[in-house]
C-alpha cells in the first residue's frame, strides 16, 4: 500500500510540473530595475548630527536640542560663618566638580566645631536634591534628543496598457542615465517616474498602494528590502539593472517568437522617506493623480531609498491581463 501511495504522490508532482509549466502565468518575465539606498548615509548623519550638551564649570550649564533651542541656569552657593566654603554643582560636599547648579544664599552654622550640624545638614540636603533633579532632567533631555528617526516606506503599483510603448522606453532611458548613488540621483529617479505616469494617464487601467510607517531607519530599510525583494521575486530575468551604481543589460531569454507588443506593463514605485507619508487607497483615476502628486512633492533631504521597477522590460516579451492580475492580486480597477 505504501509503494501504491509514494507511486501514485510521484505521478501527481509529476502531473503538477507538467501543467504547471504550461501555465502562462509561470511563464518567464523580463523586468528592469532602477534605483538605489541612502539608508547608510542618512544613518551616519544622524550619530554625527546629534544634539549636543555644552557645560562651563562654576557657571553654567546650557543644553540644546539643534534647533537653536536652548536656556541656562546658574548659581553660586556659599555658607558663611567660621570659615568660608563655596559649592558649585557637586555629588560630594567640598567636591571641585563646577557645572553651575547650587542656591545662592549663605546658610550659618550653628554651633562650632567640626562636626556636622543642622546648617551643614540642611545644605547638603539641598544640594543633593538639586543634583538629582539636575541630573535627571540631562538623562531624560539625552534619551529625548534621540528618537529613531521614523520612516515611511511607500509603494504604488500601475498598471497600464501595452500601448504605452513610449512609457516603456522612457523608463529605460532613465535608468540608462541615472545617477544610483546620491540621493539627488534618487530624487531625480522618482520624480522623472511620476512625471511620465502623469503624462500618460490615459493608458492607466489599475493602481495600488501600500504604505508602512517605521519608527527607525533600521526597520525602515529592512521593509524595504523586503519590498523590493518581494517585487522582484515576480521577475524571472532582470533584463535591465542599474541599482547602486551597479548596471547590467542582457536580452531577454525567452524573447524570440514574441509580437512585441504587451497587452499591459505594470510599473512599481518603492520609495522610503523621513517622516510620516500618507497615501490614498488608489481607487480612482483622481487617487491616482493625488497619490502621484504626494510622491512628487517628497524633497530629496527625505528621500532614504527608491526603487522603480517594471514589467515587462524587453521590446520582445508580452504581458496578458490575466497574467498582470495573477501577479499583482492587489490592483484595483480604475
Known sequence: MGKIAQGAAVAALALALAFGSATPALAARSGGRVGGSSFSAARSYGSSGSSSHSYSSGGSYRTGSGLGASSSRSYAPSVSGGSSVSFGWGLVPFGGYGYGYGYGGGLQSYGGGGGLNLGSLLLYGIIAAVAVSALSS??????????GERVTVAKLQVGLLGSARTLQK?????????????????????????????RNPEYVQYGATVVSNQRDLDRGEAKFNEMSVEERSKFKEETLVNVGGRTRRQRYSRGAGGDGVPEYIVVTILVAASGKLELPKVTSQDQLVKTLNKLAAIREEQVMAVEVLWTPEDEDDTYSRDEMLLDYPSLNNL
Do not use: K, M, W
Open 138 to 147: 540631562f538623562f531624560n533631555n539625552s534619551t529625548d534628543d534621540y528618537v
Open 170 to 198: 522612457q523608463l529605460d532611458r532613465i535608468a540608462s542615465r541615472a545617477d544610483t548613488n546620491s540621493p539627488s540621483g534618487l530624487h531625480y529617479i522618482l520624480q522623472e517616474t511620476v512625471l511620465q505616469l502623469v
